[in-house]
């Protein structure tokens, strides 16, 4: 099932389900819990992130052919950062290059993202997938001279800028996606595919991330894991490719759609 989250024309939000080749279907009741898809027709005026994340958890070089091209060495353990969730932003909606605390190097990364469905602790890799409540495309922006050069050796401050994070177009759930390791994950710059991979290639996989994340840890429903890019990145290219205003993207994962979101600078 694939469900989304949207605005109507009076502002009301309401998640709805999107049957193949028919008009979206308003859901009643909470996704996270008991819920039902009506026979009522959606009246959608913007679309919106597939949840309002609780968290995003977002981990680092977890392709090895990413690692590869940054020259870093393949990590023993997930490599773990945040953005905040005021970051993520709804498909179609601008992805904006800062200028008040600039950044000249702005990069793209195409992720399939997780989104937990129910409470998690201390979960273990056979138990990892019954947490999640689907999957969604994700696209983690990082400003590389802030995320590099400025932020004092930790990441988040060039991560999670607002509009950093697009999600969407919608959540697919579990069992339109037996395998998440069989999806290929893409990114398209201006209709150009710049990023062209697998999710059989990352190092650890989505039950490896949830049983990690949920160490010691709760994860509370709505939570958001980024579970890394692969190669291609601008970052790595020669010369470097950072996103301009002006530009297109779109993230592509077979199985669940694109997200697409123009850039431009802020005012």
């Known amino acids: ?3 989304l989250r949207y605005a109507d024309a009076s502002g009301r939000i309401a998640h ?4 193949p080749g028919g008009p979206a279907l308003r859901i009643r009741g909470d996704i996270f819990g008991a819920f039902e898809v009506t026979t009522e027709p959606a009246e959608i005026a913007r679309l919106l992130t597939p949840v309002a994340p609780t968290a995003i958890l977002c981990i680092g070089l977890n392709y090895r052919q990413h690692a590869l091209e940054t020259g870093a060495k393949i990590p023993t353990h997930p490599v773990l950062f945040m953005k905040q969730p005021g970051a993520a932003q709804d498909p179609g909606a601008p992805i904006v290059l800062p200028t008040h605390l600039a950044s ?6 195409a992720e399939l993202a997780v989104i937990i469905g129910r409470t998690a602790k201390n979960v273990s ?3 990892a997938l019954d947490h ?3 999957y969604t495309c994700a696209n983690d922006v990082s400003a590389r001279d802030w995320q590099k050069d400025f932020g004092g050796s930790q990441w988040c401050r060039g991560k999670t800028f607002d ?3 697009p999600l969407g177009p919608w959540l697919v759930t579990p069992d339109e996606i037996p395998d998440p390791a069989a999806l290929r994950v893409r990114t398209l710059v201006n209709g150009e595919t710049l990023q062209d991979g697998s999710v059989s290639d990352l190092i650890f996989d989505v039950p490896a991330l949830i049983e990690f994340l949920s160490g010691s840890t709760t994860l509370h429903p709505g939570t958001v894991i980024l579970t890394g890019t692969p190669s291609g990145v601008g970052m790595a290219r020669t010369p470097p490719r950072w996103l301009q205003p002006g530009d297109t993207v779109t993230i592509s994962i077979d199985g669940i759609g694109e997200l697409t979101n123009p850039v431009v600078a802020e005012a």
């Open 1 to 3: 099932m694939k469900i």
């Open 16 to 19: 709805a389900a999107q049957p």
């Open 104 to 109: 000249h190097a702005v990069d793209y990364e």
């Open 125 to 127: 890799r056979e138990q």
């Open 132 to 134: 999640v409540l689907g």
């Open 163 to 165: 509009t950093f994070c």
